[in-house]
């Protein structure tokens, strides 16, 4: 695979092109365009590029692609736009990530939480128990936090109801 193709079609914003591209790169398994690819996920803001090419590093399926996959997730450009980032990592052991699939399941859109929740399901490494304690505290914080808020819905719903009997 020339690197410089996939490069020209960035640059010159021929998205089109360089999705083809990326395909050929994902079926190849091309492990040599990695930093390049890596480069471009970091970079651009394009989020279909960017979304084509963490598919592109999932297909290539090399476990040096996890962190920038994680870093890019955490990137505030990337808000409203995780779904798919999140998809990538699904064939990687994301045990050393819980924190971060965690944060996204309780902050995330419905895309996200239902991605990260996926992973989460799918760790089959090991977690060091403080890592753990904190994500078991992080997720009962969030189950009181809704449970307050279910209270005050149905204390709503329960004085809007008596208002129509009056």
Do not use: W
């Not at 419905?110 to 992973?119: D, R, S, T």
């Amino acid at each position: 695979m020339d690197n410089n193709s996939l490069r020209f079609a960035i640059e010159n914003d021929k998205f089109e092109e360089a999705a083809i591209i990326l395909e050929e790169i994902g079926r190849s398994k091309d492990i040599q365009v990695i930093p390049l690819l890596i480069e471009y996920l970091q970079r651009t803001e394009n989020a279909s590029l960017r979304n084509s090419i963490a598919l592109t590093l999932s297909d290539i399926g090399s476990e040096e692609v996890v962190q920038p996959l994680i870093d890019v997730i955490n990137d505030p450009k990337t808000l409203g736009y995780r779904g798919t980032l999140l998809y990538a990592l699904e064939p990687f052991d994301c045990s050393a990530h819980v924190e971060t699939l965690i944060y996204h399941l309780i902050n995330g859109n419905f895309e996200v939480q239902a991605q990260a929740y996926q992973l989460i399901e799918s760790i089959k490494g090991e977690i060091a128990d403080e890592i753990l304690l904190n994500c078991i505290i992080e997720v009962k914080e969030e189950l009181n936090e809704k449970e307050r808020q279910m209270d005050i819905l149905s204390d709503t719903l329960e004085n809007l109801i008596a208002f129509k009997k009056k």
